[in-house]
């Protein structure tokens, strides 16, 4: 262990001046001029930074402090960015990014004028392939094996995955892949024990990563402490050396250098601003989150349904399941970064008389669609997914919004897709869905709850029953979920421009309130959709296809995000971006109803 | 080995009035009131029994050969169907079904009045869990073994999963999972080194099972022959005793007692009704099949640009890799079931400069669907996705019906999605995909291509350009790829009714080649989609997104597959039942034009 490795929040970085080594490096041949025997403190150097801009700006934050030796032996070895390391996720990767010209960018990690909090190939030509959904690395890294030995060029290519990541099954595809091919892709498997939350799965528990790698064919290097970078050093020029496919195991601390993150490395996985000496992080008053109110609602729900239990793929936090667990901890299962095998589980609940809800981000359900299709829709069996960070997600960028999620869950039979505008509305149709019996998505956004009052009860809705919110006569907005604010906020600008109109939850996308939506278009002849999502596919069609049948006069304008990926950013303005904001959204109708072209 | 094991394909099976012991097994509790030392001639007949239903009416047949024994052996161990035994896929269950209840009805498999190919939970109390899709096997075992504790159920769970289906990530994320919760899943690992084709994979080259299984903390409990019945009840016997999550190794032989089917189990995986003296299929005069049309394209492709590489996920044979192999046999992957890391392979091969073309069959590609948003797309890789099996694929059913496709790939940015009208677009389609540089889908039905001549040289198309087939001044159908040729046949009969219907073979769902769809909403006022493709979110609403914003006042029909899922039957039979025959375009769009209602 270094020194880095011990004492407390203080004593372990260097001030801003001490810094002079790392500053001198502004790509990884800088770094390749420093002796061996100095690579130690470089890494100190590196590690005191990574503290200053955590402290300063918050972000990702323990991961990438047990990678920072790793980091640095990783760009001495290899002949990079000639040869590649492929970062799984990049929650570890600030340090990269630190070695590779971003240093001064770390700062502004997340918003729109700063760097990607994860890897990006727009961004740097050291992020060889982009990442944030966990798994990816060592499928992308045998890929440009092969690829490089088929184009004539001699590289080297590296996949850096964490042990949690490894519990995806992708990642077992491409190693057992790579140990049919043996061809010479390198695999560090960056053990901390931990995914955001600690790691699961029975390898966690086994601890037995040589029997897995040596089981699926490649060779197994050893394990090494992660934090002594001269036993480090050695073990990555083995591993560069080896004959073929290859696998490392590192051992690293989370936090390693930071006292606090050491001691807590869930809590400390990703921080606000904090302060360095004492690790006290600032705090803001927000209302309660999206996520607060769904795992209150579904504590409410398993308090009075002994059915109810709650899955999540490796994320008890960012789902709230924590909050849940604290309620009904025998009700939870982690699964591990497995969002295949957490549907089909589900499902094996669900033959049981059991009622489970997935609470999977929408983006990382992606992972699991064709087990929705297959295991739980085709059979119809009651299994509720909790879809929290639908539509923008802000500074986690493209790789995280969740802005397809009705388009693939509506071509769906037998599935029922909804969308609360407020946490009332929430733990109403969550109590809908765990007593339909039915396959059932419920949606929600990341980040504040409007923050209504609560009825006593979660209480069932009909389903495919929207609710009429304001008259009008004019036209009619007609949409659900976070984006019924923004209209009812527009149909009071349009009001003052002398426009009455009308604004409806549909609450449903699937099934639709069809009664309500045709007896709006008839009455107004004028309908705007709006969402917070792909208009390719998504509510505005599902109308389009209702009126092209029953009111094929009425006109549509549909609001949405664009065919295209949203970047990373402040939340607020990546809402203007796309118009979805009740000014954009109050011009834009405005010009449509004065014949103006469509505004889209 | 028993002696059913050897011999020529004559000598191995009785004579239908050998089979009383089968024929008095109507349910396994029948079966449970033999004596162990019978068991072994039940298996003989109930192999005989198998070998003659392929010979009569053919079918998934080397796999249920190969599992006869285990079969016999779970179902005389556990009491089910209190006890659960979960088939993976359902190609090695037709023993189970001939064993409960369904000896008759296998000669009608797959035939719209028979049994399905796979598990249905609707057909039989004892298909606990649909299959279909590899791989879910564990996850569905454990999902009940853990919801029927909470049930206070006391039951066994039982997944079988083949060597081959066990390269798939979700079977891994399962078995680790089970490993984690130590709950007392069993697993019945049959080992015969064959997925259809030989299996792939590092695991499948160690055959290290024993070490995989360890590492992910169950308890291994050896390895047993197959095919001899008395140690295998033995071996079944302890896993039914195991304290936690255990798994046994099987070793069966795929075709094991027919001959020819021993010898060459990749062929006999499925089969057409054959001779049982001598092994010889009968034959059918098809024309060429879409996927050989595919095959030979690719190969002229990979012919003149040596970037071309083909990735399969364990179906070299449905996808015609294996005939595309023939002539480029150093640019084929068969990567395992694992569509998940073929995507992300095929990307990371792409940014190495190759042109990678993914050929996966429709509903598989669902396995992928994250990974083509967030490795290809995002990234705007050069990757081709080839769709085999789009739209209705008869016998095989609901599981494999390829109709969500546009739906879930239209909504991702910068994708391009095509279907080719005939095996001559098609080149052309692939020419167009493999040249692009952007990340490009094509699906193409099963079946027989139309068997038009090819142009010498598949020749890119325009992006995003459609193509005029016939004039017409009251209505047009736009449509693409399979459903072209109904069109045209409609607007055929439709002329004969007074109506002048033009045909437009849009080529691309996305982007839609919106000047030819205008002038043509412009010029008639009334379009006519036809898909084989849900109605929810497909190429009729990406028509109605356009014309809602460009050509208003036109008035769409929209024909396509219904919000539900079709049964397996005759492929010919459910194209009727979904009414995109000519006779039915025909009749309901001559309703519509008169006035009588929309059809739909």
């Known amino acids: 262990m270094l020194d880095t490795s011990t004492g407390n929040a203080r004593s372990q970085h260097a001030p801003e001046d001490g810094r002079a080594r790392l500053r001198s490096i502004d790509e990884p041949e800088d770094l390749r001029k420093i002796a061996r025997e100095d690579l130690p403190g470089v890494a100190a150097e590196l590690r005191s930074e990574l503290i200053d801009i955590g402290a300063r700006g918050g972000g990702h934050f323990a991961g990438s402090l047990g990678t920072v030796e790793l980091t640095v032996a990783l760009h001495w070895v290899f002949d990079t960015p000639h040869d590649r390391v492929i970062w799984d996720v990049g929650h570890q990767a600030y340090g990269h990014k630190a070695l590779t010209g971003r240093r001064e960018g770390l700062r502004r990690i997340k918003k729109s004028d700063g760097p990607s909090g994860f890897l990006r190939r727009a961004e740097s030509p050291h992020d060889h392939f982009g990442a944030g959904h966990a798994g990816t690395s060592i499928s992308a890294a045998l890929g440009m094996v092969e690829g490089a030995a088929r184009a004539g060029v001699d590289r080297q290519v590296v996949a850096v995955i964490g042990d949690g990541a490894a519990t995806s099954g992708m990642s077992f595809e491409a190693l057992n892949h790579a140990g049919h091919l043996g061809s010479r892709v390198r695999v560090v498997f960056n053990d901390n024990g931990m995914s955001i939350a600690p790691n699961v799965g029975g390898l966690n528990r086994t601890g037995d990563v040589a029997g897995y790698a040596k089981a699926l064919g490649l060779d197994y290097l050893g394990e090494v402490d992660g934090h002594d970078l001269p036993a480090l050093l050695t073990a990555i020029e083995a591993l560069r050396d080896a004959p073929g496919a290859a696998l490392l195991r590192v051992r690293t601390r989370k936090g390693q250098g930071f006292a606090p993150a050491e001691a807590d490395p869930f809590r400390w996985h990703a921080t ?12 803001s008053a927000a209302p309660p989150s999206w996520t607060a109110c769904f795992a209150d609602a579904l504590g409410r729900m398993a308090d009075r349904d002994e059915r109810v239990v ?21 009700r939870v299962y982690d699964v591990g970064i497995a969002e295949q095998h957490a549907v089909t589980f589900a499902a094996g609940m669900a033959c049981e008389g059991m009622r489970p809800v997935c609470a999977i981000y929408s983006s990382f359900l992606q992972r699991g669609f064709d087990q929705i299709v297959h295991d739980v829709a085709l059979q119809q069996l009651p299994v509720t997914f909790a879809l929290d960070r639908a539509g923008l997600v802000g500074g986690d960028g493209p790789t ?12 769906i039979p037998h599935l029922v897709v909804a969308a609360p505008r407020d946490e009332n509305q929430l733990q109403h149709l969550l109590a809908t869905a765990v007593e339909s019996d039915r396959p059932f998505a419920l949606r929600f956004p990341r980040g504040a709850a409007p923050g209504v009052a609560l009825d006593p009860d979660p209480k069932p809705l009909p389903i495919g029953r929207g609710e009429l919110l304001r008259r009008g006569t004019d036209l009619a907005f007609v949409t659900l979920g976070k984006p019924i604010a923004a209209a009812l906020s527009a149909a009071e600008q349009l009001e003052g421009l002398g426009l009455s109109a009308a604004v409806a939850d549909a609450r449903f996308a699937k099934p639709l309130d069809e009664e ?44 949405g995000l664009p065919d295209d990926f949203i970047e990373h950013g402040d939340p607020d303005e990546q809402w203007q971006q796309v118009g979805l904001d009740p000014e954009s959204l109050t011009e834009r109708v405005h010009a449509w109803m004065r014949g ?3 505004g889209v």
């Open 272 to 283: 606000a601003p904090f302060d360095q000496a004492t690790g006290e992080r600032k705090k």
């Open 310 to 330: 709650a899955l999540t793929a490796a994320m008890p936090d960012g789902t709230g399941l924590d909050r849940f667990a604290e309620r009904h901890p025998d």
């Open 400 to 411: 995280h919004h969740g802005g397809l999620d009705l388009a693939y869950l509506r071509a």
């Open 516 to 559: 309500l939506i045709c007896e709006l278009a008839r009455a107004t002849g004028r309908l705007v959709t709006v969402e917070d999502h792909a208009l390719a596919g998504g509510f505005g069609s599902a109308v389009l296809e209702l009126l092209a049948e029953r009111v094929p006069e009425a006109r549509v304008i549909r609001f």
């Open 596 to 598: 103006g072209g469509c």
